[in-house]
């Protein structure tokens, strides 16, 4: 069961802002608290994108039919807060008929990278280009922009796991809790993030521990910083959300570190977990990229010898 703490509320003086807004801006942050939490906690943020045009569920829906097959998913969303071998049912039917009937299909529906559409990269982009001057100064440029739009049925839950990137959650229909917690100690975190880099899946085989849970309304939204474990209880009405996420050169270079330790450990190595040694971790990026780089190039060798 989750561990009481009490519910984030958005009352804090640097992060509340008044909903009238230029156009311009699409996001509200407490620039000062966004600069000092970003990269390790949780931040309550505020948008005005509850009305846009590109995030009503027909235009999702229509997004959904435009977005090739593999950048959607969806699954059925009565199930356990964990599913850690991460095998979830779902309907025998469309992305875009799963959206169109979100009111009783009781799934949840996930459209990734809808930068692939230039009208939807555009929204990404203006967002970003917002908080990017506070972020870059800390981590460096917001590269490998990606988007994703979640459609949940009526109290479904998306199960407890970790993301790799940068994140904002933003609520633009229904309400949800995103319940934000921490690994339950030092060894599982690089256990679980070796596992993933290493080709595994996010979902984590339990709950977090030290869950604050953020309740979101349209308008609402959080900060979530990379591999922090969350899961997410949708309310009782059918809930939107759009997901801006990003990677940086921090993030890139511990990556690279969790597989180079994740090849080693399948050697049968033990290598210290990233961060312990700036030369040893420095040492297996350059090795992940070279064996990169010559992978690339043995299969355009192949390539041109067929």
């Known amino acids: 069961m989750p561990i009481a703490c009490p519910m984030h509320r958005f009352d804090d003086p640097a992060i509340s802002a ?19 939490r970003y990269g390790s906690a949780p931040i309550a943020v505020r948008h005005h994108l509850v009305d846009h045009p590109l995030l009503t569920v027909e235009r999702l829906a229509e997004l959904a039919d435009e977005l090739p097959a593999e950048k959607t998913e969806h699954n059925l969303g009565n199930i356990s807060t964990v599913v850690a071998d991460a095998e979830v049912p779902s309907l025998e039917v469309s992305a875009g008929e799963v959206a169109r009937t979100i009111e009783t299909s009781q799934s ?33 440029p917001m ?23 940068h994140n904002f959650l933003l609520q633009i229909r229904g309400t949800k809790t995103m319940n934000v917690g921490e690994f339950q100690d030092e060894a599982m975190e690089h256990r679980e993030l070796e596992r993933y880099y290493g080709g595994g899946h996010s979902n984590m085989p339990s709950e977090p521990r030290a869950i604050v849970p953020y309740p979101l309304e349209p308008g609402d939204g959080v900060y979530v910083p990379p591999h922090a474990p969350h899961f997410v209880q949708n309310g009782p009405a059918v809930s939107v959300s759009l997901s801006i996420t990003w990677r940086t050169p921090v993030t890139e270079r511990r990556a ?19 961060g312990t040694s700036p030369t040893a971790d420095r040492v297996k990026e350059a090795a992940v990229l070279t064996n990169r780089a010559l992978n690339r190039r043995i299969k355009r060798v192949r390539g041109a010898a067929n």
């Open 18 to 36: 008044p909903r009238t807004h230029d156009l311009s801006d699409l996001l509200d942050i407490g620039p000062s608290t966004f600069a000092d």
């Open 108 to 140: 949840w529906l996930i459209l990734r990278n809808i930068e692939l559409v230039p009208r939807y990269k555009a929204l990404l982009d203006a967002c970003l280009d917002e908080v990017e001057p506070i972020a870059g100064r800390k981590e460096g």
């Open 143 to 165: 590269g490998g922009r990606e988007g994703f739009v979640f459609l949940s049925a009526p109290n479904s839950i998306t199960p407890s796991h970790f993301d790799p990137e």
């Open 256 to 274: 690279l570190a969790y597989q180079a330790n994740a090849r080693l450990r399948r050697m049968r190595l033990t290598p210290k977990p990233p």
